[in-house]
């Protein structure tokens, strides 16, 4: 009898660059290629605005100056995993000068931070920490001439107030460590969402940077430090990441994947649910689109259901068809077209209901291919590979005909090691609607959208984008007001 296994290798994706240049790797490619936006017609400039205490916007103004001649590479015997960051000048990898102008440099008093820490009702402290930043966020957003992006810079002390809320015990109980861990996480959640979602609506995107990112002497707190891998990079990465981000939130493309011309024109729409800010309502769906191009579109949708079966949160058939409905207009608006193929991603299995939904809007849009995938964060089966190193990143294993596992994260031979911390898990692929005859395929676009986070220039994404930016996405989404229109440009929510 025929076994239904097959094991492969899905190579590692190209990505597009400028001049239409291609490598594997973002910051080679970009070195060599510049943005997939470059254009020589005209000098680029991305401005850029600061907002923090005296003392971290002026480390981050040196640190800036710093980086325009580059970052030497840190010691390692794996070149390719660490390289130089070669400067923030018109000749480095984002061909484009970053300025921060004197004028657009806003300090928050001492005054008013001293109030901040010393508030002792922990609701207070994040209100006033995020109105002190937003007020001066609006003030450079309504200038004459506003920055691109508005880099705020948190003092240690508002990060240690805003993110030590005080532990819910009585005074007899001792909080566990994972309490204590979540505890903290959520508090720092709060202030980040928050903050972001007040500023959206002044129509300039912000970076929030801690001190560790451009300050190699800033401590923080060893609780806090596990909310960031800042920590755990070394300044050439670090210079990377944070360049990378300001570029595509100032409306830069540094890379985009490939398609090839016999391909469909294709969408990747991501689903997922997050808790009212309360945590009593019912959840509620967002929706994440984005093209190849690495364009993102958020959609805030209807209140989620329960089943009563299994738990999971899911759409009704009419809140999923309005969801994906809306999606799909926004694509014709911006490309004067509906695509001919749409793959929905989800981390959770499709409910009948949501199917009949997803389903009536792929027929309304008149499109005859159509992937449904779910995504389970947990695979049950995992590969071992003869030596020390876990299994290749793109190796495949097909379950049968409608589930795959792919390692996402896994020995990476650009690297000559794996990049990773702990024992890889795969991702597991299952399809509840699978136009495409090619398995392959929706391997590689998986793949290749692991490599579409602007906020990290290590190719190994666990997640494709489309499920990685869900968790970002809910976390500002719960503090935007009912009835508002939250902006739809994912740069918002980076």
């Keep these: 009898m025929n076994s239904p296994f097959r094991a492969l290798h899905v190579a590692e994706p190209l990505l597009e660059f400028g001049g239409g240049g291609r490598h594997v790797d973002m910051r080679f490619g970009l070195v060599d290629y510049g943005p997939v936006d470059f254009s020589t017609d005209k000098t680029r400039t991305t401005r850029l605005g600061i907002v923090g205490s ?25 070149p390719n995993l660490f390289p130089a960051f070669p400067g923030s000048s018109i000749t480095g990898p984002f061909r484009s000068y970053f300025e921060a102008a004197d004028g657009d440099v806003r300090t928050i008093p001492a005054s008013v931070i001293s109030k901040i820490t010393n508030e002792k009702n922990d609701d207070t402290a994040i209100r006033d920490a995020i109105e002190a930043f937003a007020m001066e966020v609006q003030t450079l957003a309504e200038s004459d001439r506003p920055p691109q992006v508005i880099i705020c810079a948190l003092p240690v002390e508002i990060i ?38 007040v ?29 960031s891998t800042r920590l755990v990079q070394d300044e050439a990465t ?19 994947m490939i398609r090839d011309n016999r391909d469909y024109a294709a969408t990747f729409l991501g689903i997922s649910f997050f808790e009212s800010q309360d945590r009593a309502a019912l959840l509620t769906s967002s929706a994440q689109l984005f093209d190849e191009r690495g364009e993102g579109l958020i959609l805030k949708g209807g ?14 058939a009419d809140d999923a068809f309005k969801l994906a409905r809306t999606a799909l207009q926004t694509y014709k608006r911006e490309h004067r077209n509906y695509p001919a193929r749409l793959v929905i991603h989800k981390s959770s299995r499709f409910h009948p209901d949501e199917m009949e939904g997803f389903q009536g809007a792929v027929e309304a849009a008149e499109i005859d291919i159509a992937d449904f995938l779910w995504l389970p964060h947990r695979s049950p089966v995992r590969l071992f590979r003869n030596g020390i190193y876990p299994p290749l990143r793109g190796t495949a294993l097909r379950l049968d005909d409608e589930q795959t596992i792919l390692y996402t994260r896994g ?5 000559r090691t794996y990049p990773g911390m702990y024992v890889p898990n795969p991702l597991r692929i299952c399809a509840q609607r699978r136009d495409s005859a090619d398995w392959d395929l929706l391997l590689s676009e998986t793949l290749a959208l692991t490599k579409m986070n602007w906020n990290g220039t290590q190719f190994d994404g666990a997640l494709p984008i489309t499920l990685k930016a869900a968790k970002q996405v809910g976390e500002i989404l719960k503090y935007v007001p009912e009835g508002t229109v939250p902006d739809p440009r994912y740069r918002f929510y980076m």
Excluded: H
């Design 54 to 78: 005296a003392q971290t916007a002026g480390k981050l103004q040196e640190w800036l100056r710093r980086c325009e001649s580059g970052v030497p590479a840190k010691n390692s015997r794996q």
């Design 411 to 415: 020995s990476v031979d650009f690297f």
């Design 199 to 227: 500023t959206m609506n002044y129509r300039v995107p912000i970076q929030i940077v801690w001190p560790t990112t451009y300050d190699n002497d800033a401590v923080v707190k060893r609780k806090l430090a596990t909310l």
């Design 160 to 197: 240690e107030r805003v993110s030590n809320m005080r532990p819910a015990v009585s005074e007899d109980e001792e909080e566990s460590e994972e309490d204590e861990e979540r505890r903290v996480r959520l508090a720092n959640e709060n202030f980040r969402g928050g903050l972001k979602a």
């Design 238 to 256: 670090r210079a990377w990441n944070f360049f990378c981000a300001l570029y595509y939130k100032a409306g830069g493309t540094p890379w985009r």
């Design 303 to 316: 209140p989620a259901l329960e089943d009563k079966t299994n738990r999971q949160p899911y759409l009704s």
